[in-house]
């Protein structure tokens, strides 16, 4: 005998679990990522009645309620009606996305949520961008209040996507009266993640600039989607940072990791990223090394005030993040394969990229004189 259709599931499921007062919540990229974590919890909450799961494809919680669909369709408003609040994680951050196609889908697909949910008569809207909108900055205060001034630009990897994002939640409101838009803003992120910050673990050697101060903070993906079912559950509301409890110097970073450093001059290095990105020998702009260089760690009080705490420390989701990455090699943001990694070498890749840009560098200007 076949199974029943998923949805036949969940209808029967939902008929046997009791009745709840608990808001219906639709998700964006439900299907993979911290959409299909926070969508597997949410379904298995007591305290949410309904989960209406949004991507282009179907995911695996089978006790979701599932549309197919671009979230830049208008016809979203419709899968959104009789939601209470929507949770907007289908955004594309990815190293690799051609830069102007990211950011038509992540602003377009925040602009089309917003405008669908006040039609559909959603009362709240939670938006997922990063920590990373405070900006990595030499003068930033340890911690960072929530309140603090959004000081980043747009060049690191996405972050002009995230600014504009916070721009469109702090319209909203405004422009759709009754519609209620908390922003949460995650530390480093951890947990089948790929970004500049989590490829930074993957080589051979932690490139410090000199004269900098880095700080790290992390946050795991477990603890996001407990702060984003805070927010669902109205628990707290606002502009949100979460990750984990304090931070760790380089240094601490260093010893907990194994991987040594090796240091450079900011212009050497600075210089050297923004080549290999013109060139496209690398997926991240030399914007993405200021937040390896400067703190920009953040208290998370209005969670902490809540109720909300970290279950992760800094020290446990380092060596979580150090595990997933093991066996990976990366040089200046750039992957490279097995057989790469073990012809150059450690240190003999990272130099090998470094004297790239100086190559070309000598052979354009060479043209130019001809």
């Known amino acids: ?38 969508t597997e919890r949410l379904a298995a909450s007591d305290e949410v009645k309904q989960v209406i799961a949004i991507d282009e494809r179907r995911g ?18 419709e899968k959104l009606r009789g939601a209470d609040v929507v949770v907007h994680l289908a955004l594309d951050l990815d190293l690799e996305t051609d830069s102007a196609a990211r950011t038509a889908y992540n602003v377009r697909g925040t602009q089309t949520v917003l405008t669908a949910a006040a039609a559909a008569g959603v009362h709240r809207v939670v938006l997922c961008t990063s920590a990373m909108v405070y900006g990595a900055l030499p003068d930033n205060e340890l911690p960072l209040s929530e309140d603090a001034e959004l000081r980043a630009t747009a060049e690191a990897t996405g972050v002009g ?5 916070e721009r469109l939640a702090r319209r909203a409101p405004r422009a759709h009266p009754g519609l209620n838009v908390t922003v949460v803003r995650p530390a480093v992120l951890v947990g089948g993640t790929d970004t500049a910050l989590t490829r930074y673990f993957e080589s051979p050697r932690l490139l410090v600039v000199a004269g900098s101060r880095p700080a790290w903070q992390f946050c795991h993906v477990e603890d996001l989607c ?19 409890e304090g931070w760790l110097e380089q ?5 907990l990791s194994g991987i040594r450093r090796m240091e450079l ?11 290999l990105h013109r060139i496209g020998l690398t997926p991240s702009p030399a914007g993405d090394l200021a937040y390896t260089m400067y703190p920009w760690v953040i208290s998370g009080s ?3 005030d809540a109720g909300w705490r970290p279950r992760w420390t800094n020290e446990e989701v380092l060596a979580e993040l150090l595990a997933e990455v093991s066996g990976r090699h990366t040089v200046v943001g750039r992957r490279l394969g097995r057989k790469d990694a073990t012809a150059a070498g450690a ?4 130099v090998a990229l470094l004297g790239a840009a100086a190559v070309v560098r000598r052979a354009r200007k060479a043209r130019r004189r001809i």
């Open 226 to 244: 407990g702060a984003l079912e805070y927010a669902v559950l109205e628990k707290v509301d606002g502009e949100l940072a979460v990750g984990c």
């Open 347 to 350: 240190a003999g890749a990272t």
């Open 161 to 165: 996507d995230l600014l504009e994002i």
């Open 302 to 304: 209005r969670l902490h």
């Open 1 to 38: 005998m076949s199974s029943p259709d998923p949805q036949v599931r969940a209808a029967r499921n939902e008929s046997t679990r009791p009745a709840s007062r608990g808001p219906v919540v639709a998700v964006t990229g439900a299907a993979s990522g911290v959409g299909a974590l926070l």
């Open 251 to 255: 240094e601490q970073v260093e010893e």
């Open 60 to 77: 695996d919680c089978a006790a979701a309620q599932w549309h197919i669909l671009d979230v830049r369709d208008p016809a979203i408003a």
């Open 265 to 275: 001059p900011s212009a050497v290095a600075l210089g050297a990223a923004a080549r």
